[in-house]
């Protein structure tokens, strides 16, 4: 994934008062589409410092944090000892180097991480794999905004041009909506982020 190495720098100062209200509002908007969950397993896939993940772990039976960077996962088993969780892991792994044919989940969430992935079709074609028939992945993002200019990250998403790229890769009953707007949230612009539930 885009970006490992800034994230491995900043993750122990990754957890910001902006950051948690951001994780708030996209664990609330991921709740909303959940399904008789409590006995599901999820993935929260590019979990960061597992800030969404954390908010969501009593509406699944079990969840996997996952991401490409050690020190956010280091950060994430120092929460898992804090708190004393148990129906959880965590792995360190990159989709867009490898693949894994043994991970297997009911939901996948992603908050604020296909902006950093470079090729996206790929990546999302993979999380295909792992979901279980009538699994769901779901995506929090920002929606395309043409003020962000970077070489790091995407500036946002079309949501038609993504919901086309996922019903190519195979997922049905796509939908999504906008339902945040924010001041300075994204690269120092006011933006708006987008919920996009789809099934395998």
Known sequence: MG???????????????ERIQIAKVSSAAIRE?????KS????????????????????????LFLDTSQNMINQMKQ???????????????????????????D??????????????ELVLSKLYDVLNVGGHLLIVDFNKNEKIVSDM??????????????????YRDIQSKTFYSGSKIFMGHDASMF????QK
């Open 40 to 63: 599901k397993h999820a993935i929260d896939f590019g979990c960061g410092t597992g800030l969404v993940g954390m908010n969501l772990l009593n509406d699944f039976n079990s969840m």
């Open 195 to 198: 919920i996009l539930d789809s």
């Open 107 to 120: 939901y996948i969430f992603m908050a604020q991480v296909l902006l950093h992935i470079n090729d996206v």
């Open 3 to 17: 970006n490992t190495d800034k994230f491995e720098m900043i993750a122990n100062i990754y957890d910001t008062s």
């Open 153 to 170: 990250v995407h500036n946002g998403f079309d949501q038609v041009k993504l919901n086309d790229i996922m019903a190519k890769i195979g």
């Open 33 to 37: 589409y959940l399904v008789d969950a």
């Open 79 to 105: 929460k898992m000892a804090d708190f004393n969780i148990r129906n959880v892991d965590t792995l360190c792994f990159d989709f867009e180097k490898e693949g894994r044919s043994d991970l297997h989940a």
